[in-house]
């Protein structure tokens, strides 16, 4: 019969502390580099897979549950994560569940993340929009934890939370087209192939040709501040300027209208915008930008209600894909 493995084991062969190697599973940010790569291959190489407590060896919940994100260099948080996160930390604390945060762009956090799916310390994970590492991805499935996705449906063996794309874009479009008079018209699209970016640009095709009106062109950005800065860039460099821009994110739409703003164009009097999202920051731009809201926080509120569904009665809802409804808001930049 195999010897045990122990945290005593592994300390003794790595000839560390044992609150050394326990800092190395729950705490690795306070070990050297040097003795982290050590410690963990030793784990790795004994296949060493540590409990979350005692709680969990007896049969009982830790009552933690870990929100998966993907920061960006302009936010901590981008405004959706924010928004999706606060809703989200509400109901987890209402129902007396903790949560910790892993941040895809931070090595040492996704580290973290798998000593945690394989000790149980977390119970079930949320993914928010903007994860789509495949390998990482597939090595969470693989692993059992249960899953739910907020944002987008990228994927059918996940239970999916996300917002009604194609109808959300396709009144954006048409508000410009049949309320503003636009003949002129861009959009500004992400650089992703993920679903709400495909669905958006889809949108604005179908209705751009069904009323004939001209179409400028499709400008790819990030959904960032800067992407949509570059955006209006290309755009005037390009010299044919629209009368109505349709972006794929509040973000872009910022970006790109303070740019044209700075290039001696009046909006909406030269140029009528419109973002998607409604983030919070979009009613406080000059002028205020008129969106396509999206409930943010309501989708993280129901993403942690149906992962703590799925743990409590252990099988997935009947409703596999939850679509929210989307509508338009009409302020000042349109």
Do not use: W
């Amino acid at each position: 019969m195999r010897k045990k493995v122990t945290i005593d084991t592994i300390a003794k062969i790595a000839g560390v502390s044992k609150m050394t190697v326990s800092r190395v599973l729950n705490h690795p940010e306070l070990v050297s580099k040097r003795t982290l790569i050590k410690v963990r291959r030793i784990i790795e190489e004994l296949g060493y897979h540590p409990r979350a407590d005692a709680r969990t060896l007896a049969g009982g919940r830790v009552k933690t549950l870990g929100f998966l994100i993907k920061s960006s260099s302009e936010f901590a948080l981008p405004p959706f994560y924010n928004e999706c996160v606060l809703g989200a930390f509400k109901i987890a604390k209402e129902k007396g569940y903790r949560f910790i945060m892993y941040d895809l762009i931070d090595e040492t956090s996704i580290s973290l993340l798998t000593d945690h799916i394989h000790s149980h310390f977390v119970e079930g994970l949320i993914i928010f929009e903007g994860v789509y590492e495949e390998t990482l991805i597939k090595r969470i499935l693989d692993s059992g934890i249960t899953v739910v996705f907020v944002g987008e449906k990228i994927r059918d063996d996940f239970i999916t939370i996300s917002s009604d794309n194609k109808n959300g874009a396709r009144e954006a479009v048409e508000y410009l087209i049949l309320k503003r008079g636009c003949k002129r018209l861009i959009h500004i699209a992400g650089t992703d192939d993920k679903p709400s970016c495909l669905e958006r640009e889809m949108a604005y095709l179908e209705v751009v040709e069904n009323y004939g009106v001209e179409n400028l062109g499709i400008v790819r950005t990030s959904s960032t501040l800067e992407g949509g800065v570059k955006a209006a860039r290309e755009i005037i460099k390009n010299g044919a300027i629209p009368d109505g821009i349709f972006c794929f994110s509040d973000i872009i739409a910022i970006g790109a209208m303070h740019e044209l703003m700075n290039h001696g164009f009046s909006i909406p009097k030269d140029i009528k915008i419109v973002g998607f999202d409604d983030i919070i920051l979009s009613r406080y731009t000059t002028p205020p930008l008129t969106t396509v809201h999206q409930d943010i926080a309501k989708m993280g509120e129901l993403a942690v209600l149906t992962l703590i569904q799925m743990l409590d009665n252990k099988n997935e809802p009947r409703q596999k894909h939850i679509v929210f409804p989307t509508h338009l808001v009409i302020r000042k930049s349109a």
